[in-house]
């Protein structure tokens, strides 16, 4: 039998713990990770090549753009949240073994519900709920969705379990709409099963004018014919106290999907839904929750703090190691990482994204290494809409913070295809400007003899014999005997080198090495600031310093 897309038939595991054995719905998930394993499985797959480096400009925009979807650092936090789904899930199916039969009471008193229109109604006494709710909160670009959407991509969607021929829905995934109702949630509740199964509820159930308490209680008949394990309600701050009768009837919604529906619910939002969950927490009567996650964007180490030993560090240190530019350093310098996290904040969407759009920008103007006048200006020109949130957060402000938590961090794709065009607008002149030095005649002369049709490699070190020898004509007079020499020779002469040192226009300043006393002014926003950083690489003798040792 070919099984759809996403299930697999169930291969049945001793869980090593007494309570989960002889439940087919709990030993068919996969085994219980350990610490190495789950990192491992986490992790990002991005290859790193380093012969990359020498590829054109905009092949590297394509190989660094993989950032934005594919690097992954597993931390703590994700090790933590991970931990609290598996318990989750695999508690919440505790109460519903599918060979004991208790899964069956739980559908029978689903389906009383529903002919009854009582939530409170019930076939069969004594009926067991071990599910639990998990509140996760954090900022917009904290990670919540994609470390969620990489943890149940541990675990298959769907599991067939021909013995009982029955198909078990590990998890559901599902949006809070835009409108802020209660009843639009249920029907995306509807529509998910539809997509995963194939199945006709938004047919047979949406299209009626049913109310939020039928909703829940179809719901629940249909959570547990599928023996759905972990119900995942995703933007949760969009649901509106408005629409949905206020905030004391939204925490009943949730409490009722717990208690009701019988199945583990992690709700996910930002800190504008988090005066709901604090209800919660504040109120004896709401036993079955399983506590909260905050997510704090990450932190910057103290001056006492080992930097590897913090999860700032990690990330980003981890992160750094991928890049795709001639000139980069092996390490950050401490200056740049505290700008880098002055201007993310620890939001480790922004971080990522700061981190790719610095390399693009690097490659297009040729600078080849991540500065911090890049960084600058990439976060002033690239992020501007998200200069509010940091603001807030720089402020430490809670109302701030709560007011700017679910701002939009921008798809930063357009600005990538940008970048890219630009690149290869400018790519040219500054191959040009670089060959030639910055010497504007020769590029002027070189553009018009390609215009003339004349483009080809023997152009460059033609015009380079030209400068060297005749300096002293001009362009009109040096271009009939470039043309010449084109013509007639076919290869160039050698070119005679001069023994002084090359020189550079301002304009490629910041192409040069690192160490290049030119490449420095060009990274410096004042006098002063050169001077500076002259000293901390110890260009600059320290003369003071000097003194004080000769008089002791």
């Known amino acids: 039998m070919t099984l759809p897309s996403g299930m697999v038939n169930a291969i049945y595991r001793e869980t090593c713990v007494p309570h989960y054995q002889a439940n087919p719905l709990i030993e068919a998930l996969p085994p219980?990770?350990?610490?190495?394993?789950?990192?491992?499985?986490?992790?990002g797959k991005i290859?790193?090549?380093?012969?990359?480096?020498?590829?054109?400009?905009?092949?590297?925009?394509?190989?660094?753009?993989?950032?934005?979807?594919?690097?992954?650092?597993?931390?703590?936090?994700?090790?933590?949240l991970e931990s609290k789904i598996?318990?989750?899930l695999r508690q919440g199916y505790v109460g519903r073994n599918l060979a004991t039969g208790d899964l069956a009471t739980h559908v029978q008193n689903g389906y009383e519900r529903i002919m009854q229109g009582d939530l409170s109604a019930f076939r069969f006494d004594h009926v067991e709920s071990t599910a639990k709710s998990l509140a996760f909160i954090g900022c917009s670009g904290s990670g919540k969705t994609s470390s969620l959407n990489r943890i149940l991509a541990t675990?298959?969607?769907?599991?067939?379990?021909?013995?009982?021929?029955?198909?078990?829905?590990?998890?559901?995934?599902?949006d809070c709409p835009h409108d802020g109702s209660l009843k639009s949630l249920c029907h995306n509740f509807f529509r998910e099963i539809d997509a995963i199964l194939a199945t006709n509820y938004v047919k047979r159930y949406v299209e009626k004018r049913?109310?939020?308490?039928?909703?829940?209680?179809?719901?629940?008949?249909?959570?547990?014919?599928?023996?759905?394990?972990?119900?995942?309600?995703d933007e949760i701050q969009h649901l509106s106290l408005r629409a949905s009768g206020g905030a004391e009837k939204m925490l009943n919604f949730f409490v009722t999907l717990v208690n009701e529906i019988s199945?583990?619910?992690?709700?996910?939002?930002?800190?504008?839904?988090?005066?709901?969950?604090?209800?919660?927490?504040?109120?004896?009567?709401?036993?079955?929750?399983?506590?909260?996650?905050?997510?704090?964007?990450?932190?910057q180490a103290d001056s006492a703090e080992n930097i590897l030993r913090t999860e700032w560090g990690a990330f980003t240190n981890k992160l750094w190691k991928y890049q795709w530019l001639t000139k980069a350093s092996e390490e950050i310098s401490a200056e740049l990482r505290e700008l880098w996290f002055d201007l993310s904040q620890g939001i480790m969407d922004v971080v990522i994204k700061l981190f790719v759009l610095s390399q693009i920008r690097a490659v297009v103007t040729g600078t080849e290494r991540i500065t911090p006048s890049i960084m600058k200006a990439v976060y002033r020109d690239e992020l501007k809409p998200i200069h509010p949130m940091v603001e807030a957060l720089r402020s430490g402000d809670?109302?701030?913070i709560a007011r700017y938590s679910d701002l939009t961090i921008p798809d930063v794709d357009m600005r990538i295809l940008e970048l890219s065009n630009l690149l290869e607008s400018s790519k040219d002149q500054i191959r040009k400007a670089s060959l030639y030095r910055g010497n504007e005649q020769a590029i002027r002369l070189h553009n018009m003899l390609v215009d003339m049709g004349y483009e080809?490699?023997?152009?460059?070190?033609?015009?380079?014999?030209?400068?060297?020898?005749?300096?002293?004509?001009?362009?009109?007079?040096?271009?009939?005997?470039?043309?010449?020499?084109?013509?007639?020779?076919?290869?160039?002469?050698?070119?005679?080198?001069?023994?002084?040192?090359?020189?550079?226009?301002?304009?490629?300043?910041?192409?040069?090495?690192?160490?290049d006393l030119r490449f420095m002014h060009s990274q410096a926003a004042n006098e002063e600031q050169m001077l500076d950083g002259l000293e901390q690489s110890g260009v600059v003798f320290d003369t003071q310093n000097w003194l004080h040792l000769c008089k002791v």
């Open 32 to 43: 219980i990770l350990e610490r190495k394993q789950l990192r491992a499985a986490l992790g």
């Open 47 to 80: 290859e790193h090549r380093p012969a990359d480096i020498f590829l054109d400009g905009q092949t590297r925009i394509h190989v660094i753009s993989q950032l934005l979807d594919s690097f992954f650092q597993p931390l703590a936090r994700h090790i933590e």
């Open 86 to 88: 598996s318990i989750m």
């Open 155 to 174: 675990y298959p969607q769907l599991i067939h379990h021909p013995e009982y021929n029955f198909i078990q829905i590990v998890f559901l995934k599902i």
């Open 210 to 233: 049913h109310s939020v308490e039928t909703l829940i209680a179809m719901m629940s008949h249909l959570a547990n014919t599928h023996a759905i394990g972990l119900l995942v309600i």
């Open 263 to 299: 199945i583990p619910v992690v709700m996910v939002g930002t800190p504008k839904a988090r005066p709901i969950f604090e209800m919660d927490l504040r109120s004896a009567r709401r036993g079955a929750g399983f506590g909260s996650i905050l997510w704090e964007p990450l932190s």
């Open 398 to 400: 809670p109302s701030k």
């Open 456 to 515: 080809s490699d023997l152009l460059e070190p033609l015009i380079e014999r030209a400068f060297e020898q005749y300096s002293n004509l001009m362009v009109r007079d040096l271009m009939p005997m470039i043309l010449n020499w084109y013509q007639s020779t076919g290869k160039p002469e050698p070119a005679v080198r001069k023994k002084n040192l090359p020189t550079a226009k301002p304009s490629i300043w910041n192409t040069l090495d690192s160490d």
